[in-house]
């Protein structure tokens, strides 16, 4: 049983940094992809980040340049790190995970930690 538990969330003034973790368990498929998504009230879930089993990553348009997801597959923890934070980062964050599919598309992924919220505030 995957288990996806994300932490890290919390206020930040506009421009300030803020790191994510999502801490993994129960995974054993080596070619898997990993994601942080975000939902806003209102709005459907948006992909922001992806990164492969073998480091490959994609962003959305919208945090290119402002944000970087990695991993520490010793301490199967996932990480985003969102620098330059805007208002319109506020969202529920999380966590997902796929042992075949990627991209980011939430239709991609099986697995879903509970969300971590981010507020950012002008």
């Known amino acids: 049983q995957v288990h996806l538990v994300e932490s890290g969330g919390g206020s930040v003034q506009a421009g300030g940094p803020l790191s994510l973790s999502c801490a993994t368990s129960?995974?054993?498929?080596?070619?898997?992809?990993m994601a942080w998504f975000r939902q806003a009230p209102g709005k459907e879930r948006e992909g922001v980040a992806t990164?492969?089993?073998?480091?490959?990553?994609t962003y959305a348009d919208s945090v290119k340049g402002r944000f970087t997801i990695s991993q520490d597959n010793a301490k199967k923890t996932l990480y985003l790190q969102m620098n330059s934070l805007k208002p319109e980062d506020t969202a529920m964050y999380y966590c997902?995970?796929?042992?075949?599919?990627?991209?980011?598309?939430?239709?991609?992924?099986?697995?879903w930690g509970q969300g971590t919220q981010v507020t950012v505030s002008s």
């Open positions: 997902a995970a796929d042992s075949y599919r990627c991209g980011l598309s939430p239709f991609n992924f099986d697995y």
């Open positions: 129960g995974y054993t498929n080596g070619r898997f992809c």
């Open positions: 990164i492969r089993y073998d480091s490959k990553t």
